[in-house]
């Protein structure tokens, strides 16, 4: 147990607002959006997960685009300045500037630049299976959907306004199709020669850019891999 001394500390305590939100006591609603606001942490996490065990450029290169996204939320808050709804209704936010919206624009950079990666990046085929053109159609909807719940989330918890939403998701929008499109035609040809550098082959980080679906190719190396030890272990066995 914390002794007295220890319970009367004269410096000011601080919350972690990077998961810290408030919703208004009783509601369901809230409660539920509260958590559904928190989705840029999942998807940093998911990053930061996928990047050290599958060690891709790509991959990277997304993330460093949601990095640089955030540095162009901060840039434009600071200079605009416009403050949050209700007099800063919360006072345990990360800035007390609300234009535009962070979570907003990082949202839509993610479903903006995920959106084309499936529709652009996964190489096309003329046999395309029906399967396969439906859950990316159905993919490209929950993420266009989880974009927007967020958007409205953080204007039904009174951390932004409308327009400090939608000024976020256009400006997270264009932010996405410009690092796409930097990434495809500067980034892309080069990832060859980034994988074959010392340090990246020292790392396993890899490219995988010529590969139509990775996870097909992964799927069938794996088995023809297994199937391959299986075969060699039953010789030795006889």
């Known amino acids: 147990m914390a002794a007295d001394g220890q319970c009367s500390l004269p410096a000011s305590w601080r919350p972690v607002t990077l998961t810290h939100v408030e919703y208004p006591a009783g509601d369901l609603s809230g409660h539920l959006l509260a958590y559904l606001s928190l989705s840029p942490v999942f998807v940093i996490v998911g990053f930061v997960t ?3 065990f599958k060690r891709e450029l790509h991959t990277i290169s997304f993330l460093g685009g949601l990095a640089l996204n955030e540095g162009v939320n901060w840039l434009i808050k600071h200079v605009v300045q416009e ?10 936010v990360g800035t007390k500037y609300g234009m535009p919206s962070s979570h907003s624009q990082f949202m839509w950079f993610f479903s903006v630049y995920s ?5 652009l990046r996964m190489h096309q085929t003329n046999n395309a299976r029906f399967l396969d053109l439906l859950w990316r159609h159905v993919l490209s909807l929950a993420l266009l959907t989880a974009a927007f719940l967020v958007s409205y989330s953080r204007v039904y918890l ?6 400090q939403v939608l000024y976020g998701g256009v400006a997270g929008s264009l932010m996405a199709i410009a690092w ?3 990434t495809q035609e500067v980034l892309t040809p080069l990832f060859p020669r980034i994988a074959s550098w010392p340090i990246s082959e020292f790392f396993l980080i890899r490219d995988t850019s010529l590969i139509p679906n990775v996870l097909w190719f992964e799927y069938t190396v794996t088995r023809a891999e297994a199937r391959n030890r299986q075969r060699k272990l039953g010789t030795k066995l006889q």
Do not use: A, D, E, M
């Open 180 to 182: 796409f499109v930097i």
């Open 83 to 92: 403050p949050r709804p209700c007099g800063g209704l919360h006072g345990s």
């Open 115 to 119: 959106f084309l990666f499936l529709y």
């Open 158 to 163: 009174r951390y932004h306004t409308w327009s």
């Open 50 to 52: 996928l990047i050290i």
